[in-house]
């Protein structure tokens, strides 16, 4: 049984997390909803809420809890003190590739958690897979607040969400918002380092 019950949908819409409108996204999709998951990590107790129960998801032992991006690092901070592992993140290369930097190393044998606030493609989790495979190490699994994917992700590894909370995505060319002529909101200038439809 989890050690805690963690209502994380109704958390998101009491701190405005889940916004309505019409957004691009880095990528180039186009959205009508964003999840703001960082209006929720910017609270200790709730972070720290919400790591417990990311890793009641996989209760085998991880030697390093790795975020999938620079901007979770704090959920993996978190996650990995609660499981008293080490906390690293993976950032990109001039070029694009997914690389440890800060003298983060993951060694051969280690055992990785993977962690990510929100995931729609997959995209980041195979690269992250592969970049730890190739180092020697194996991959748990991914921990993840929000699944925002339609069910249909290119990943073998098992992936665990705290919430299931599908939304469409579009090509800008098939986007019923700019159809419509709904004007595009801008993304917090936090959240676009990283791109959450790459995930």
């Known amino acids: 049984m989890p050690r805690n019950s963690l209502d994380l949908l109704s958390l998101l819409q009491e701190h405005g997390a889940v916004v309505e409108g019409h957004f691009v996204m880095p990528s180039g999709f186009h959205s009508q909803t964003y999840i703001q998951t960082?209006?929720?990590l910017q609270h200790p107790?709730?972070?720290q809420k919400i790591a417990q129960a990311m890793s009641d998801?996989?209760?085998a032992h991880a030697d390093?809890?790795?975020a999938l991006t620079p901007s979770n690092s704090v959920l993996a901070q978190e996650v990995a003190r609660v499981r008293g592992a080490r906390a690293i993140f993976a950032s990109k290369d001039a070029q694009g590739?997914?690389?440890l930097k800060h003298n983060f190393v993951i060694k051969p044998?280690?055992?990785v958690l993977l962690v990510d606030d929100v995931t729609v493609g997959g995209r980041k989790v195979l690269r992250a897979e592969e970049m730890i495979k190739a180092a020697g190490?194996?991959?748990l699994g991914v921990a993840v607040m929000v699944d925002r994917s339609m069910?249909?992700?290119p990943v073998e590894l098992p992936l665990r969400a705290l919430l299931a909370y599908p939304i469409r995505t579009f090509h800008a060319k098939d986007c019923p918002l700019c159809a419509s002529r709904v004007p595009v909101q801008e993304i917090d200038d936090l959240n676009k380092e990283e791109d959450h439809d790459g995930n």
């Open 64 to 66: 390093v809890v790795m």
């Open 151 to 153: 069910g249909i992700l």
């Open 137 to 139: 190490a194996k991959v």
């Open 109 to 111: 044998g280690e055992s």
């Open 97 to 99: 590739h997914m690389i």
């Open 57 to 59: 998801k996989f209760p």
């Open 45 to 47: 107790n709730l972070a």
């Open 38 to 40: 960082s209006l929720l």
